[in-house]
Structures are given as structure tokens and as C-alpha cells.
């Protein structure tokens, strides 16, 4: 563990959890949390979706694990079971956490909605807190979670809690960028890759009543199922002739693939004359991208990482209110090394929501 990070430990309890410590094969581990302070809330965790990230991070893909065991998951739905004094949540409340769990709330970052740049935030796991108190975060693999209540957000009544779960980190990575960028009446938007995040972006730019939702797949077997999730065309980006029929018609490409060898000349053609191209997904390689769409056509390309906390009780109320659900498979919590296999395996249609034994028997 790097000697600057400071720990803080309530040693009167244990969280239990699997952890990873640097592959995918998960250990049963536990850990002491940091002790309950004004703000937060802890969290008797019912069901946890797996992200992309997770393996990311468990596998080490995008680096070494900074603290140790990790106990990923940052999907995170359950029932308030305790909670600081100045919490606004209540006991009992079911509520959920994303991928990240603190800010300073006091920076431009934060003051603008944009905590996710905040450079005190903690993220869910296989991070430290950075506001005095220390500790390190682990994420919702286990059976309890204490984060700072600010980043835990009341579950509308109309979305289940199994539901919920991958609204938290897939539901707004795709809702933040969409909203942003204006998707809406008179845009056309591109969905590159129909997975986790894909099937979600449909969904929204649906919602969103966008001229035009076009979902673009390497794989026939999806074009079915993007039309039943909403999308108005269906490109098959192995076919030249589909995606030449279909350049520079998309006002707004969200992109949640990560494929190593994904044509960056190819796909952003897809993009019209001045506009964006957003990426979503973190590939674990440097990108090498052709720079004439830039220059020539005005495109831009620019990332998205999540989104603030106003964002997420946003998102979740515009699922509540326009039935944007995430479809989901559900496994077993108590054995969350087949559930990440399924996930590593690229099976799931299209979230993998764990569930403890007492969630599933309910
Ligand atoms: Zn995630
Ligand atoms: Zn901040």
C-alpha cells in the first residue's frame, strides 16, 4: 500500500466481500470500514451489477490494484441501514451508489455538476477517500458498503432493485453524454456496440425522441433486439456497403465498444459534418485515430466519464418516468466468480445483476 494513503478503520465491525487481488479469481475477504461520519450512509447490500470496469480493474487492464485487495463493484442497490447525523436518508430506504463515492463538493468541478473530475473524489473502489478522515473504498461485492450519502440516491418506486443496479454506473454513462451533447428532436445519434452501455443509449436517445436512434453492431444477431430497444436503423459495421450508405448521417456517435481493432477512420465517417463523437469506453491501448475528420468536417471527438450526483437522480427519474430499463440476468451473489466468468465471456443479454440469497428469496 503506497505510505500516503491514510487508513481509518471502525474495528468494531467487518465488511465482508469478494475481493480480487489482481486477477479475476475472486477470494472471500473482509475489511473493517471507516468509521460512519456526519454524511454517510451504510448500505445492507440486496444486488450489485457488474461493470465492464470491474474486470477492467480486477484483471489488472488498466494497472496494478493501488491498495491491495479490491473489492470491486460499483452497481451498488440495498436498504439504508445506518447512517450519520446529518444524512438526509432514512433507515430503511432502498437506495443505490454509483461509481464513485465522494467529492469536496466545493471546487469549480463540483460547483459546475462535474464531481467526476473533482480531484478529491473517491471512486467506489480501489481508491482512498481525500477528505481528512482516510480510508480506502471498497466497492459492492459484499455483503455491506459506508460511502458519503451525497453519492447515495433514493430508487424510484417504479424501478425494481435488481433493475436499478446498472443504472448506476452503465445508465448514466450513456445518459450523461446524451443529455449533454443535446440529443433530443432534431438529432440523429449513433450507438456503436449493442452491450452493457449500448443497449442503454438506445433506450435513452429513444426517450429522448431523437429523429433518428442507429444502432451499430459488428453482429447481424443484434439487429432484432435493437429495434425492440428502440433503434430506428440497424448498421452492421463488417458490411462496407451499410456503412457507406450510412456516412455522415449522425449528428451524435456515442461509442461503447472497446474493440482493439476497431477502423477509427471508418467509424468516425459515420459522423456528420461538425458532429460529435464521444467515447465512452476506455480501451486499454493508446488510440490511433487519422485526423482529416477533425479538420476537414469539424468533428470533435470527446470522452465522457459518468456523471455528477444531480445527474444520476436525474437519470433515475427519467427511467422511472419514460421505462428505461436495463435487461439483466441475475446470479447469485454467493458466487460471484461464475458471474464475472458469464461477464468475461461476453454472454449476458445484457447486465449481470448479483443478488444475495435473502434479495432472491423475497
Ligand atoms: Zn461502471
Ligand atoms: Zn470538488
Redesign the pocket.
Known sequence: MPSDVKTSEDTSVSFHGWASTGTANLKQWSYHPRPIGPKDVEIEITHCGICGSDIHTITSGWGELKNGPCIPGHEIVGKVVAKGKDSHHQIGDLVGAGAMVD?????????AGF?Q?????AFTYNDSFKDGRGGLSYGGYADRVRVNGEYVFKIPAQISAAEAAPLLCAGVTTYAPLKHHGAGPGKRVGVIGIGGLGHLAIQWAHAMKCDEVVAISTSDSKREEAKKLGASKFVNSKKPEEMAAAAKSMDIVVCTSFDKNQNWAEILQLVANRGQFVLLALPEAPLSIPGNAFIARHVSMVGSLIGGKDVVQEMLEFAAAHNVRPWIEKMPMSDANAAVKHMMDGRPRYRVVMETEAAARQ
Open positions: 467529492a469536496c463538493g466545493d471546487c469549480d468541478d463540483c460547483k464531481d473530475m473533482c480531484e478529491k473524489k
